[in-house]
């Protein structure tokens, strides 16, 4: 018998979640009723949807053959890794329009077939698209360029 290992594999580790979710929350939490929901409804309800969908992979996984996969990309894995600590770390300085594009930029380099322009392009519009979403649209309270960069825009954008 042939079968995916990648897809019986993460439909494994979906009913497992889901499962040590749902036990944690039968004896932690109230599930209450339909009508009444206790504490626990929503979060039964989600490991619940978690345990089919993980069958529903397995299931997948076992009617087609498993795929030929290639070397794993061992450039991409520092950078991925990498990218979420330097976001933490140079949010507060910087802000986030600098801090979208510098992280932009590594990520786009996760992967070998990645040109410097399209890095580039990636970054900027990526960049202003968050800015136009999360700042002015939303009118989330995100700087958009932090302390250390503020003396250099101001004169040119005027914004804080």
Request: aromatic share 10%; charged share 10%.
């Amino acid at each position: 018998m042939t079968f995916n290992r990648s897809d019986v594999g993460a439909g494994s580790i979906f009913v497992a979640i889901g499962l040590f979710f749902g036990l944690m929350t039968l004896y932690g939490l109230d599930i209450g009723t339909a009508r009444r929901m206790g504490p626990g409804y929503f979060p039964i309800v989600l490991s619940g949807i978690l345990i089919v969908f993980g069958i529903a992979t397995i299931l997948k996984g076992m009617s087609h053959p498993d795929v030929e996969r290639g070397p794993l990309p061992w450039r991409g894995i520092p950078v991925l890794l990498s990218v979420p600590v330097l976001f933490g770390l140079l949010i507060r300085p910087l802000g986030i329009a600098p801090v979208l594009l510098i992280t932009t930029f590594v990520t786009s380099f996760a992967s070998r077939r990645m040109s410097l322009l399209a890095a580039v392009a990636l970054s900027v519009g990526l960049t202003i698209f968050c800015i136009l979403v999360f700042s002015i649209g939303l009118g989330l309270p995100l700087r958009v360029f932090g302390s250390a960069v503020e003396p250099w825009t101001r004169p040119i954008f005027g914004v804080r």
